[in-house]
């Protein structure tokens, strides 16, 4: 999965750049742009870009007035939605938080620990399955193997993208095994729940 740029990855063509670089203008705050500066953004026809708008439009994404004109419908419901899309680290940490909790906290006796990623994917910046998610469970003591397996695999299932699964002592350890990157700590140690 590209995380650098990931709607043109998921909605590869020319569909996909213009919405990209329209969420860009969401975000940025940008209200209006026009027919000319989308084409030029998003490396799309103007006559191509013309006909996207149009569509985006009828979705009630976007305004159109005169031939050029484009203005950013910033209330639409689907705005949020493709933001989130394009800045996933939110929702990549939350995916985190979220399947250690069913696949391991949620087991009677499961220690109290820290959870930490890194990595390209935590970063925002993997372009390929082979950029990793890293995550650390740091404190938690021995974890069966099949735990930590079956963590991976989902993670990598929920990611798209391949993930790795160590438990360190603390968070200096994990930053000298993984080096450059930088560990950010997802969720704080919670006491295990009843089953």
Known sequence: MNYSDPLPTLFPGAAGRVVGTLVLRHVDGDAATTITALSRASAVGARQV?????????????TRSGDDDVGIVRDHVMWPALTGVHRPRPLVE???RRIVAETVLARAGSPAFRVVVAGPVAEGTAVSFADQLLVGL????????????????????????SCTVSIFRDLDEARI???PTTPQVVQEPVEAGPT
């Open 138 to 161: 740091l404190g938690a003591g021995t974890l069966a193997s099949e735990d930590i397996a079956l963590l991976q695999r989902r993670l990598s299932q929920a990611t798209g993208n």
């Open 50 to 62: 013309t006909t996207i708008v149009t569509r985006l439009a009828l979705l009630g994404l976007v």
């Open 177 to 179: 095994a993984w080096g």
């Open 94 to 96: 939350e995916a985190v």
